[in-house]
């Protein structure tokens, strides 16, 4: 973690990387809505952050003042890397969009969940009989590390690098972006050698889709074929990682809940949904790009919001009993996978990965608890990176 | 009659997003285009007994797309 100097005041010099904040941001978050629901901050060069759900929605509508041309908050300005639809703006969003979405619809996840439950058992047979496990490291992060290389035709024994780069452009690149600036280059060099192999040899893969799919009857400019796989291969990774380690946290602190979960598996869905309201991994970014006001503050051209999808989903006004995690909560029109034009094109698969993890988990190993001690990521996507249980 | 009102459900396509929350939980009422866009099946109109379902369809669209109609015959 990062050294940091104390934050003195929350409203108006908040850090999201300070350690309160990255073990248990709950009650900042609770503090602001109640003081002051759009919190500033000089640091990381200006950066709003609204608490509330009704603020956070209206800057992820709002596509005219607040652009998605830079969606992480970093300490030293942009060289941007560009990861479309992610870092685009209408018009350009829609089309780089489109492309995307035929592959994670709900029937395409479903023909993964198969290569899912597989991957879970297998990883689960290399620990069970030792009666303990840390469930972030040997579990989560693998799961989704190895489907999406699975979807994209990559070496699922790469996964370590993948990681490596992921933490260099989402957690070290915050603070220095020359790092961030340097993993965006070893990943265009990787996968240039795949998107040579494929074109001559094309596969049944997401690599091999995207050369050969048609926008407007043309072929993805070479640059957005590599900048879509640098977004599939990041915002594929540590997000679900982190919502199957939140899960299996809240199971292993909540016995109540994960034996109502064995014992009625058929709530597991709507459970599902609101581990990921209450746990939401992924806060984005966007730029004000023209000046503007929402409730009553001032957004000024030039500074960063960081669009907390997770705040938004504790916000009382929105989800009663906010802070409250209740597994059969019916109403749930959470957030997580955010709000408006760029909501995640990974969510379905992300949905699926958890609720196989989940399943397969209690259904092996339906005893378990916390065996020491729990470390959360800091950054744009939280969830816990080690997380030690016994059964 | 007893009860002549019927049930209509609709997706505002302009403000689906695809979050898939519909078509997971009341299948029977909606389904999905290519791009994982939801509509409502044929005319949308709710068959008795799965009113619960088109209001929790309702009720759980992040983007407010959903809407449940009543009409009294």
């Known amino acids: ?391 | 009659m007893a009860n002549s009102s019927t049930l209509k459900v609709r997706v505002d396509r302009d403000k689906c997003q695809g979050h898939n929350r519909c078509k997971a939980l009341a299948p029977e009422l909606f389904e999905l285009d290519e791009y994982g866009n939801a509509r409502e099946k044929g005319d949308g109109v709710v068959p008795a007994g799965l009113e619960e379902k088109a209001y929790l369809a309702k009720s759980n669209c992040p983007e407010f797309a959903v809407e449940v109609i009543e009409t009294k015959g």
Request: aromatic residues 8%; charged residues 25%; contains cysteine.
């Open chain 1, 1 to 391: 973690m990062s050294q940091r100097p104390p934050v003195k005041d929350w409203a108006t010099d908040f850090d999201h990387l300070d350690p309160a904040w990255v073990n248990d941001p709950f009650p900042i978050w609770h503090e602001m809505r109640t003081k002051c629901p759009i919190a500033h901050t000089d640091r990381f060069m200006g950066v709003y952050f609204p608490s509330r759900y009704a603020d956070v929605r209206a800057v992820a509508y709002d596509t005219e003042h607040f652009s998605s041309r830079r969606v992480i908050v970093r300490e030293t300005p942009p060289p941007r890397i560009p990861a479309p639809p992610i870092t685009s703006d209408p018009p350009e969003h829609r089309p780089a969009r489109m492309v995307l979405l035929p592959p994670f619809t709900p029937d395409a996840m479903k023909k993964l969940e198969p290569r899912a439950r597989a991957l879970a058992n297998e990883l689960i047979d290399k620990f069970i009989a030792r009666g303990s496990a840390d469930a972030a490291v040997e579990y989560a992060q693998e799961i989704p590390v190895r489907l999406i290389a699975h979807m994209l035709g990559l070496p699922e024994s790469d996964g370590d690098l993948y990681r490596q780069w992921i933490k260099m452009i989402l957690e070290d690149g915050i603070t220095d972006v020359n790092i961030a600036v340097e993993a965006a280059g070893e990943m265009t060099h990787y996968f240039m050698g795949y998107v040579h192999d494929r074109a001559e040899k094309p596969g049944d893969d997401l690599i091999s889709y995207l050369l050969n799919v048609r926008s407007n009857g043309q072929p993805l400019a070479p640059e957005n074929v590599i900048g879509s796989l640098r977004l599939l291969l990041i915002a594929g990774i540590d997000t679900t990682w982190s919502g199957i380690g939140s899960c299996i946290w809240h199971l292993a602190t909540h016995p109540d809940d994960r034996r109502r979960l064995v014992r009625e598996p058929q709530l597991l869905p709507t459970a599902i949904e609101e581990f990921l309201r209450a746990y939401a991994p992924v806060t984005m970014a966007r730029e004000v790009v023209k000046e503007t006001q929402i409730n009553g503050c001032t957004f000024k051209a030039g500074e960063m919001v960081l669009l907390s999808f997770p705040a938004a989903n504790r916000d009382p006004e929105m989800f009663p009993d906010a802070d409250k995690v209740i597994i059969d909560r019916k109403e749930n029109r959470h957030a997580a996978f955010g709000l408006g034009i760029h909501r995640c094109v990974g969510s379905n698969l992300a949905r699926m990965e958890m609720t196989v993890a989940v399943e397969e988990l209690l259904k092996r190993i339906p005893e378990f608890s916390l065996a020491g001690k729990v470390t959360w990521s800091e950054g744009t996507v939280r969830g816990p990176r080690q997380l030690p249980i016994r059964f």
